[in-house]
């Protein structure tokens, strides 16, 4: 009973009225809080909350008025003077003069309307609050202070303290920038429309999607590339997921295996990939493999080869020898994962099955795996989706190459071990700079990625019960 | 006398396998140190500077090391260093802070804040890069200022990464809260007097992984530093040298400033080894 006393002492709406409720059932106070802000409150003695209330509201309104319609009045041309050079007689050259900002245009018309959003759930929980504080004095209930409020963002509130600053990271950091992005792919924002400096940008309504859907220049159609590099994007995930999945519980189960010595020297040598950060052990692996490089100059040695090979040259050899890099890569991460599995399968499981005459390869077949595969089917999950977007294996090792000679109607050289991301990457930093292809791109993985996740996760069902029994 | 025999036979059984497992063992020991091997040897290399085909140095010598300081190596690694320092410290708060709040507080936006990030997760990371990098340029946090651009970037983002040290919270009994609550500590007393130190391992986790990330950042720094050496990280710099026209002046220096990277970080990870497993394996049942 103490307890929840104790739970109820920073309530904030004791009711569970809506807006619309509120709004209907509010006395004078109430109603007159959707015109000013923070009354409804301030006159049941809540003097912070309701100028709180009031302050956003003022700050709101001079926002709009002062530069929110302007962003938002230029949103639907996103600029409507580009640069204009003119020419200075004196210094007998073109000064170039700024006008119009695309990119500002489009960023803080996006803010504009996100706080525009906010304004009115304000708006909304200013009449619940005043609502929430006409109920509550007519019961003759205690009415929180200002001072309530703050205590409880240290106790039954204290999530929201935690959360505003990792929130407010994600949001402007990540979640911002990707709004941003998507609406970049309806535009022509590339190194030529840079939106201020060079040209402005404009809306292009779907041509960005069908340039990249188009079946045009036949071979070289960025319609062909795509689906060439998509192919390839599948089967990498595809080789790289379940290559390193079952070579690590192999090699975890090797070194697990009773009566093997030297458990931790063997666990340490491999853990060695994981320590040393990858990008030098991938830049330099992949040098190890040039024309020039050590492995050629072995394999000469050694007599077996008489020319060197260009494994990077070769589109097949490219393709093997990053999944097989990886593979050095990632065997070790399985390996400590599987080890740690493996331990909590119950060893009488092992014990009867031998009783019953069961093999070793026929218990991996029917206990190991199984049991394997049930436990880290979302970790398979996400492993897949994360190869498909592995772009440090492929950019350090390949880079892509070896170039595509097909593909001229995507630019940054576009090669036959290059992904979607890393493609996405070379056309965003490629010589012209083609933001809005890259982002349809973005826009495309999205859709792929969370196809497949929404698919495995409904055929998988083990997200049921996500840590809430805890 | 039957029963004998077949022990004998289970017995050598087993021997030819423990010694077929330990050649194999010992195959993959060779395969996995060879290519660390192989660039200590050839960052010891003063003959040549450019790539060649065979691993043992005619003539030693530590003018790789030796010219590490007198190039652009020493930004570089003072850059990455500042980076990680920074991000092993704030990476953890903004990790913890939204794990455990979603582990231990029901409110009524927690699933579809869940859902939201998830969702976010789901878009690839470049695609933000574009825009950030311009927005950081307008900040001038780009090219010799790209350490705080950096450092904004690694770590505002960070609380996305809360799954492991959620699920890590997730196995600490709820119990304790409820008795901390009872004897009258509020819940900001509970996490940083309970909670904290119980959860020892996965935020050594956290501040390992975020220490070590920033050391292997190529995709963003190298777009973050465009043009510039000075705003470099120490993986963006040791690329540049891999480049065609730096290769054959600069290819045995990369193998040194490789060393130099990796000892340190190698050793910490070492020596943290047992809580980086506890968080992937963790991490990797959990989902």
């Given at each position: 009973m103490g307890k929840k006393t104790k739970d109820n002492k920073y309530d904030e709406l004791f009711h569970k009225a809506g807006f619309a409720e509120s709004f209907a059932k509010g006395d004078a106070a109430t109603k007159l809080s959707a015109i000013i802000m923070g009354l409804g409150c301030a006159v049941r003695g809540q003097l912070a909350r309701g100028f709180i209330f009031l302050a956003f509201q003022v700050l709101f309104i001079l926002y709009m008025i002062n530069s929110g319609s302007y962003w938002l009045s230029m949103l639907p041309s996103l600029g409507k003077v580009g640069p204009t050079k003119e020419y200075d007689a004196f210094f007998d050259t073109y000064v170039p003069t700024y006008n119009d900002n695309s990119f500002e245009i489009l960023l803080y018309g996006i803010l504009t309307i996100f706080l525009i959003v906010a304004f009115i759930l304000t708006w909304a929980l200013n009449i619940k609050m005043s609502y929430d504080a006409q109920l509550k004095k007519e019961k003759g209930k205690k009415i929180n202070r200002f001072i309530d409020d703050v205590h409880s963002l240290v106790d039954e509130g204290f999530y929201k303290t935690l959360l505003s600053l990792p929130m407010l990271g994600i949001t402007l950091f990540t979640f911002l920038p990707i709004v941003f992005m998507i609406f970049i792919a309806f535009t022509n924002y590339d190194g030529k429309h840079d939106g201020y400096i060079t040209n402005l940008f404009t809306w292009v309504g779907l041509d960005n999607f069908r340039t990249l859907f188009s079946m045009a220049g036949g071979k070289g159609s960025y319609f062909n590339v795509f689906l060439g590099i998509l192919g390839w994007t599948v089967a990498w995930a595809f080789l790289a997921t379940f290559s390193n999945y079952f070579l690590g519980i192999l090699v975890a189960m090797m070194i697990n295996k009773k009566g093997i010595k030297f458990k931790k020297l063997w666990r340490t040598i491999l853990v060695l990939t994981i320590a040393i950060p990858q990008f030098i052990s991938l830049l330099y692996v992949s040098k190890m493999f040039d024309k020039g490089g050590i492995v050629n100059g072995f394999l000469m040695n050694m007599g077996w080869i008489n020319a060197p090979i260009d494994y990077w040259g070769n589109p097949t050899y490219a393709r093997i020898l990053v999944v097989v890099i990886n593979i050095w890569i990632g065997i070790p991460y399985l390996m400590l994962i599987a080890t740690g599995i493996l331990m909590n399968i119950p060893a009488d499981l092992y014990e009867a099955s031998r009783i019953d005459g069961a093999n070793p390869i026929q218990q991996f077949r029917y206990i190991t795996m199984p049991y394997m595969l049930f436990v880290t089917a979302p970790y398979l999950l996400t492993s897949f989706t994360g190869n498909m977007n592995n772009f440090n294996v492929i950019y350090l090792l390949s880079g892509g190459n070896p170039v595509n000679p097909n593909a001229s109607a995507a630019d940054g050289g576009v090669g036959y071990t290059d992904l979607l991301i890393t493609w996405l990457y070379k056309i965003a930093l490629?010589?012209?700079?083609?933001y809005y292809m890259a982002s349809v791109l973005g826009i495309v993985i999205f859709i792929i990625v969370s196809t497949i996740t929404l698919l495995v996760y409904n055929g998988l069902g083990s997200n049921k019960n996500e840590g809430d029994m805890a | 006398m039957m029963s004998t025999d077949r022990k004998l036979g289970m017995k050598a059984k087993e021997r030819i396998g423990n010694a077929f497992v330990y050649l194999l063992l010992i195959i993959m020991s060779i395969i996995w140190l060879t290519p660390f091997v192989c660039i200590v040897l050839q960052s010891f290399r003063v003959e040549s500077t450019w790539q060649v085909g065979y691993v043992i140095p005619k003539e030693w010598g530590l003018d790789n090391y030796r010219a590490l300081f007198d190039s652009d190596f020493t930004t570089w690694y003072m850059n990455t260093f500042i980076i990680a320092v920074v991000c092993a410290i704030v990476n953890p708060l903004m990790v913890l802070s939204m794990s455990y709040t979603l582990s231990r507080f029901r409110f009524k936006m927690r699933k579809p804040l869940m859902k939201f990030m998830l969702i976010l997760g789901l878009f690839p990371g470049i695609l933000a890069m574009i825009i950030l990098y311009r927005l950081l340029k307008d900040m001038g946090l780009t090219q010799e200022n790209a350490v705080p651009g950096l450092i904004l970037v690694y770590c505002a983002?960070?609380?996305?990464?809360?799954y492991i040290a959620k699920g890590f919270f997730d196995t600490i009994s709820t119990s304790l809260d409820e008795s901390a609550r009872i004897d009258g500590a509020n819940r900001m007393q509970v996490f940083f007097k309970i909670i904290m130190p119980l959860a020892k391992p996965i935020v050594i986790y956290t501040v390992l992984t975020a220490f070590m990330a920033p050391w292997g950042d190529f995709m963003f720094a190298k777009f973050v530093a465009f043009g510039t050496s000075k705003g470099m990280n120490v993986a963006v710099g040791l690329w540049s040298w891999l480049t065609k026209d730096q290769i054959n002046s600069r290819y045995t220096m990369f193998c040194a400033g490789g060393v130099i990277v990796a000892i340190p970080v190698t050793l910490l990870f070492m020596f943290l080894q047992k809580y980086y497993v506890e968080g992937v394996t963790g991490g990797a049942v959990k989902g």
């Open positions: 490629g010589s012209e700079s083609r | 983002s960070s609380g996305m990464g809360y």
